[in-house]
């Protein structure tokens, strides 16, 4: 089987994603695990987790590395938080979350994957959760379908985003606003996330893995 790496630690084998299992046996969301000359890889599912729906359509910065610092916000029960943590494996990803029930799972999860510090928190509240969090990160990735999301996002930026750090946010239109136009929608975060400074690299859609959702990407340069 060919298999191609196309960001670090993220695999191509056929049309499908992988990375490599950081727990070599264990699924986390039933997935399918390949072995590849020793080694194991676990598919990385377009239509579950959104990092991979961006990928696939064609997402050309994907800022994470083996050895990232990244800061999480919504991470429910870890779905895309587990491929994070195969990909920074010799980093930390901070990963908060509001909601109980999908906590006890991401805590369940933390045990066997040492890379990830779960915290119950509203992202609203960013400084409530400083003393979880060791110095700043490389990336900030937030998926919390709020209205209020880009808000949030960008404080949490501000606060513990290193100066040339990359944050990616995944929007969904309709939580937002039920009406408009999703482009507009996208548009409208851009320009809040230009007007704190930081540089917009790319908004990708997510169709027709996640509907009127899209992933943009930025980098804080100050
Ligand atoms: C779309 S799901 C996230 C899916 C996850 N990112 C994945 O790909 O595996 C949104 C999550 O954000 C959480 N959430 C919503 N508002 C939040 C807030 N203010 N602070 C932290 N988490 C929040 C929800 O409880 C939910 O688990």
Redesign the pocket.
Known sequence: MKIKEIFPGVFRIGDDLFTKNLVPGEKVYGERLVKINGVEYRFWDPFR??PASAIKKGLKTFPLEEDSNILY?????????SHFSDIAKNGVIYA????EV?YRKLMDLSKKRFNIVPIL????KEKEYSDFIFGKVNVVYC????PDEVE?FIRNCEKYLKDDGYGMVAVKSRSIDVVKDPMEIYREAEKKIKAVGYEHLETVKLDPFEKDHAIIVCKKTK
């Open positions: 987790s959104k916000l919504g991470a429910a029960t870890g779905t895309t938080i908060v979350e509001i909601s999908p928190a509203d992202a609203r998926d919390i379908s709020q949030i």
